[in-house]
């Protein structure tokens, strides 16, 4: 106890230390938020210094994130999104995505960094059907039966599962099981929505698997084959994988003439038949 009687007072607590970049806060960094810390704008700094096109990247990968679960909740129907990875609030999020086109539509948050719940808690406190929680997406049995997914999805029915700016940091040890897992999981009728970091051989894909490895823990860049082997035998609904620009895109894209920042990331979206 400290001297105001407060049992452990510490801020930050000890599961956030503020001196080391975190991939939740780098990635706000990049997109220009505020919930982000010295060391983590140092890191967004350093990439894009290193990568072309990487805040425009972050952007179409935001700008992706939106389609698809408009996509999702406005034609294909769906009403329940358990979001991977989901990231710190920022503009347009899931719920708010999906809960436009339908208000019932519930929607829960994982992610691995504490400083999301606390922020998803504030935006969240009046919303009953969206919920956020700390996970871990590499242990899809603890996530699958926490009381906030059991509470809010049924699992019954169709529900999309995201893996949106994600997959990527799921090493190629343990990718394959723990997507298979997410994937038996759901009803038929229900999504698996990926984007991730691509290899289609331009240099500062792995150039930029390799920053994120050494500063972040993890980070892998696919070739679209093994991006792909992750829907398993879920049917990928059109235009299939491609990059994240040119997945249903609002307005018109040169497809020859795609920016370096455009061929980051791929998106896709499948459906599980049966
Ligand atoms: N999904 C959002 C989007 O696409 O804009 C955020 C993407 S951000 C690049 C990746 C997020 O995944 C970060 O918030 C990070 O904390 C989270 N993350 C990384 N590894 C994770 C894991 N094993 N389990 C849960 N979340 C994880």
Do not use: C
């Amino acid at each position: 106890e400290d001297s105001d009687g407060w049992p452990d007072a510490q801020w930050p607590p000890p599961s956030m230390d503020f001196s080391k970049p975190t991939i939740a806060r780098a990635y706000d960094a990049l997109l220009g938020g505020k919930d982000n810390y010295a060391a983590d704008r140092a890191l967004a700094e350093f990439a894009t210094e290193n990568i072309p096109g990487l805040r425009e990247s972050a952007w179409e990968n935001r700008k992706v994130l939106v389609r698809g679960v408009r996509h999702l909740a406005a034609d294909a129907g769906v009403d329940q999104f358990l979001d991977l990875g989901s990231g710190l609030p920022t503009v347009q999020n899931t719920h708010q995505v999906a809960q436009a086109h339908n208000p019932a539509a519930r929607v829960v948050y994982v992610d691995i960094d504490p400083l999301v719940t606390v922020h998803g808690q504030a935006i969240l406190a009046d919303n009953d059907r969206t919920r956020v929680f700390t996970g871990d997406a590499r242990e899809p049995a603890e996530v699958l039966g926490h009381p906030e997914t059991r509470r809010l999805l049924d699992f019954d029915r169709p529900v999309a599962l995201m893996l949106v700016g994600m997959l990527h940091y799921l090493s190629p040890e343990v990718a394959d099981e723990v997507v298979s897992a997410y994937r038996d999981a759901l009803a038929p009728g229900s999504y698996l929505f990926v984007t991730s970091l691509v290899d289609t051989g331009l240099p500062a894909q792995q150039e930029l698997a390799r920053i994120t490895r050494e500063n972040l823990e993890e980070g892998w860049a696919r070739r679209p084959e093994d991006i792909e082997y992750h829907f398993g035998d879920f049917e990928l609904v059109e235009p299939g994988l491609t990059y994240t620009a040119l997945w249903r895109p609002d307005e018109l894209i040169d497809a020859n003439n795609l920016e370096p920042g455009e061929q980051l990331g791929m998106a896709g979206i499948a459906l599980k038949k049966k």
